[in-house]
């Protein structure tokens, strides 16, 4: 199986890149939906339906069954006891069958923007602490100008169990730091996080980061490929089922795993770099270049064969 992940950088350093494994972990989150075994006990757990059934921004609801290109907005929750907690990564996930690729939008948690059904601009991230996946839906929609058809929620205490779930990672690291050395080395899900969480050390910054989330994603997607036996489904499945939530029903799941999964062939990530940091009344928020957030909306748009 092919997989490629392109990265669209001019290597500088941003302060509104987020937790790298929070990304690893949407990723896992998304492939696991398409590829593995439909398991009711688990996707009942795991389903938390969304309050509206088709997006305002859609003329009519999408049909699986003919392929109809879908998105996803996946979100890393940071949860807090007594607490909504705040949406520390924000990803959205295109996937075109007849192209048979996934784009893949990581949004600065920053972001200043409109938090729709809030009445305020403020950042994107606070839209789940206001009003939950539907304000976080509606908010990626008005700012990206996009239908978002499903959502997947991800706790960030879950990377290290599913790391775990799969056997551990390898890794070839480039840079020697902490307990990490140079060259090949196997790692479990608390090595794991250490891994993609280092910043300051390294030379290329977030960057470097990304690099290194990179391997991590790789190695996940291969060891779960390979999981064929029904003791690694169980651990993996346990793995989602304490840690993420999905708007997918039982049946919409079979439908993405039968028609979608050739999508995972390419994976084109991008990134919003050319936006500005600015503060008000004290606060530090991530301002987007108008040409830019255009240009990744057309992108999307075109890639969800929406006029």
Request: charged share 30%; hydrophobic share 35%.
């Amino acid at each position: 199986m092919k997989k490629t992940i392109s990265r669209k950088s001019k290597g500088r350093k941003r302060r509104w890149v987020g937790r790298a494994f929070l990304i690893a972990l949407a990723t896992i989150a998304i492939y696991l939906v398409i590829l593995f075994p439909t398991v009711t006990s688990t996707l009942d757990q795991i389903h938390e339906p969304a309050a509206r059934e088709v997006s305002v921004k859609r003329y009519e609801k999408i049909v699986l069954e003919k392929k109809d290109p879908i998105s996803i907005l996946l979100l890393g929750v940071d949860e807090r006891e007594d607490d909504r907690g705040r949406s520390d990564t924000m990803i959205v996930l295109t996937l075109n069958p007849e192209e048979k690729s996934i784009k893949m939008v990581s949004i600065p948690r920053d972001t200043y923007t409109e938090i729709v059904g809030y009445g305020i601009m403020d950042k994107i991230n606070h839209a789940y602490a206001f009003g939950g996946m539907e304000m976080s839906m509606e908010s990626v929609e008005n700012l990206l100008d996009i239908p978002i058809d499903y959502t997947i929620q991800v706790n960030m205490e879950g990377f290290e169990d599913i790391v775990d779930a799969v056997g551990g990672v390898e890794v070839n690291n480039p840079l020697a730091f902490d307990d990490f050395e140079v060259g090949k080395q196997n790692l479990n899900g608390e090595q794991a996080l250490s891994y993609v969480r280092m910043r300051k050390q390294d030379p290329n910054g977030d960057f470097g980061r990304q690099d290194r989330q990179k391997q991590v994603i790789e190695s996940i997607l291969d060891k779960t490929a390979s999981a064929n036996t029904l003791f690694s489904y169980k651990k993996i499945l346990s793995a989602l089922g304490e840690n993420v939530k999905t708007s997918i029903s039982i049946s919409e799941m079979r439908e993405v795993q039968k028609n979608y999964r050739d999508t995972i062939e390419t994976i084109d990530q991008i990134y919003f770099e050319e936006g500005t940091g600015e503060t008000i009344n004290a606060i530090w928020y991530y301002k987007m270049n108008s040409e830019e957030l255009e240009k990744v909306q057309k992108t999307l748009k075109e890639h969800l064969e929406i006029k």
